[in-house]
């Protein structure tokens, strides 16, 4: 399916989540977000992963083809990444499972950090980190740095699946006593709703 069709969504809670979301079933089919390189580079933006006059400045300097190459590594690296958060979502992470993490690790070091002063909102000046957009690899970088941030700052006690019957979204439950049960109340905790009074109904009609 056209991924152009559908927004995409950002229902996680954590960026690092919103990313394995980026291929999902939001009505009857499959969506895939990044499924070329054009698809990466307007979900990156929708995402507010890079700004959008960096975007502006890779899309002069490469061609599609470089975009569609970062797509498919992007792809990748969302279903290793899926793996690891399925096999430990609902538990706290361990000290073993960094071993696991070498892959995130290789491609952090590949990253072009520096800092620069700028100016605050009020007035004075700020040190801010800002990224080098040297090749097309580097639009791989913010996401590298939202799964990294995911397993530092998260609770994965709290990382979840939907409960929805056909959906895939995972979320970081943030809720007071972390009742989440729904990627949204709106979409799939609706469904649920409809589906419990259809079923009370027809158990009333047979009784």
């Known amino acids: 399916m056209d991924y152009r069709q559908f927004p995409p969504l950002f229902l996680a809670d954590a960026p690092g989540l919103d990313f394995l979301n980026s291929v999902a079933t939001p009505v009857d089919e499959e969506v895939d977000w990044i ?3 054009a698809g990466l580079l307007a979900w990156l933006e929708q995402a507010g992963m890079v700004p959008p006059e960096a975007l502006a400045e890779v899309r002069e300097r490469f061609v599609s083809t470089e975009f569609d190459a970062m ?5 990748e690296l969302r279903e290793w990444f899926r793996g690891f ?7 706290p992470l361990a000290a073993g499972d960094l071993l696991e993490l070498e ?7 590949r990253d072009e950090r520096y800092g620069a002063l700028v100016t605050g909102d009020d007035g004075g000046f700020e040190f801010r ?8 690899e580097s639009l791989l970088m913010p996401i590298a740095e939202a799964l990294a941030r995911l397993v530092c700052d ?3 006690t709290y990382v979840k699946a939907c409960e929805g019957p056909r959906c895939t979204l995972l979320f970081a439950d943030h809720t007071r006593g972390h009742a989440r049960r729904w990627c949204s109340m709106a979409v799939c905790g609706n469904r649920a709703k409809v589906a419990a009074h259809r079923k009370r109904l027809k158990e009333l009609e047979g009784g």
Do not use: H, I, M
């Open 35 to 37: 499924a070329d390189g």
């Open 71 to 75: 797509a498919a590594q992007a792809r």
């Open 85 to 91: 958060v399925g096999a430990r979502k609902g538990r």
């Open 103 to 109: 892959l995130l690790n290789r491609l952090l070091e």
């Open 129 to 136: 980190e800002r990224r080098r957009w040297a090749s097309p």
């Open 154 to 156: 998260e609770d994965f």
